[in-house]
């Protein structure tokens, strides 16, 4: 409650993010905070993590307390790893120290290569409502040249399972890659519609840094104009199967679009515990950014002694333009100005001249309850967003 330079009228949604770092391969292409458990390691230390993860959380409590938590999301990595019993005992210890809505989205991300009948149906059990699949792909080959430990039957296998013993999930699907063409981009998403999923991620395969397809790039990526060919085909495929194009990689049918993620995207806040973890929380005068310790060991040893946050730091007035649409710009529906003043305690006046040169661009388009980006600036986001960068220059505040 110290003095600070926002005055926040009211504080925004609040989401849990879990993650769970362990994978049993590392991806080429992943650049998360994910690390895969080596031979002799012995088994991924479950019981000492969950309860790393809820003195983290006990430790935290004060900055959210009496604040209703809207979305739980555990991500990794791989959680579906984690026994469904190590799960119950998550999700006991959380509702046991946090206010959850009584229809809180509960989603765990699961691998196909892990999947097991009966443990889908024992994280439902556990109170998941909602499973992410990383599918990437349906053909064996592909699947094989991503690194991916599961094949086409088992991710088939693990869609069907979730569409029985959950009210809504997610399949993952990668577009763009090594050797692909548009004609076989087509055919991954058709197999994906058959499943009548209620929500599909589409992303686009990039290579970061740091990753293994970066010290060894994969042969045949499609180029951009390709790229944004296929992109554009399989919005078109998406929505003529009833999936509507929310966010830049979203789509859902009607009720079934990611109330965590939009949280996200509409500037919310979240507490993020686990190794390497994110959080953004406000407060009434400001907003705070915090990152936990990324080696889970040494994030275990430091959540036992309270100290599992690595670093910290306020959000300042200059960056706060930006980071907000940073994340709004990617909803197709854009923002209502109220919204923005509301969340970042800013006034409307500070998107300025950003704004109207965008909007001489035609790259944004703006009414007195929505500012959006165009077709063309959806296209053009990152260009979009470099208009709203803080100025170098200029003194922090």
């Known amino acids: 409650m110290r003095a600070g330079t926002l005055q926040l009228r009211a504080l925004p949604p609040l989401a849990l993010y879990v993650h769970l770092p362990w994978c049993l391969r590392k991806c080429p292409y992943c650049d998360f905070n994910s690390h895969a458990r080596r031979e002799g390691q012995g088994a991924i230390p479950e019981a000492a993590y969950v309860q790393a993860l809820l003195q983290d959380l006990e430790t935290a409590l004060p900055l959210v307390w009496g604040r209703t938590v809207v979305s739980v999301f555990l991500g990794g990595g791989t959680p579906s790893l984690f026994a469904p019993e190590s799960i119950d005992e998550l999700l006991a210890g959380i509702r046991a120290r946090l206010r959850l809505a009584a229809d809180a989205e509960i989603t765990l991300e699961a691998n196909p290569g892990t999947f097991e009948r009966d443990r889908f149906a024992a994280y439902a059990q556990a109170g998941v409502n909602r499973l992410s699949i990383g599918v990437q792909s349906f053909d064996d080959a592909m699947l094989e040249r991503l690194g991916r430990v599961h094949d086409s039957a088992q991710a088939r296998a693990a869609i069907e399972e979730a569409a029985r013993v959950v009210p809504s999930f997610n399949i993952d699907l990668m577009f763009a890659l090594p050797g692909q063409d548009l004609a076989q981009a087509r055919e991954e998403l058709r197999r994906a519609l058959q499943f009548q999923p209620p929500h599909l991620s589409l992303y686009q395969l990039t290579i970061e840094p740091q990753t293994a397809f970066a010290r060894r790039p994969p042969r045949g990526l499609p180029g951009p104009d390709l790229a944004a060919d296929m992109q554009q085909a ?15 990689s979203a789509y859902a049918r009607p009720g079934h679009a990611s109330r965590h993620n939009r949280n996200y995207w509409e500037f919310g806040d979240y507490l993020g515990i686990g190794a390497g973890a994110h959080s953004k929380l406000s407060f009434a005068h400001r907003i705070v950014r915090q990152t936990r310790h990324a080696q889970p060991e040494r994030y275990m040893s430091q959540a036992a002694q309270g100290l599992a946050v690595d670093t910290e730091h306020e959000v300042s007035r200059r960056e706060l333009p930006f980071e907000f649409l940073l994340n709004a710009l990617r909803l197709a529906e854009g923002f209502d100005p109220a919204s923005y003043v ?4 800013m006034p409307l006046s500070s998107l300025q001249p950003g704004l109207g040169r965008a909007e001489q661009l035609g790259l944004l388009e703006s009414a007195p309850t929505r500012i959006a980006a165009t077709p063309r600036g959806w296209e053009l986001l990152n260009e979009v967003l470099e208009l709203f960068l803080p100025d170098a220059s200029q003194a922090p505040s």
């Open 342 to 345: 509301e969340r970042t305690g």
């Open 234 to 248: 399989l919005a078109e495929q998406a929505a003529a199967a009833g999936l509507q194009r929310y966010e830049v």
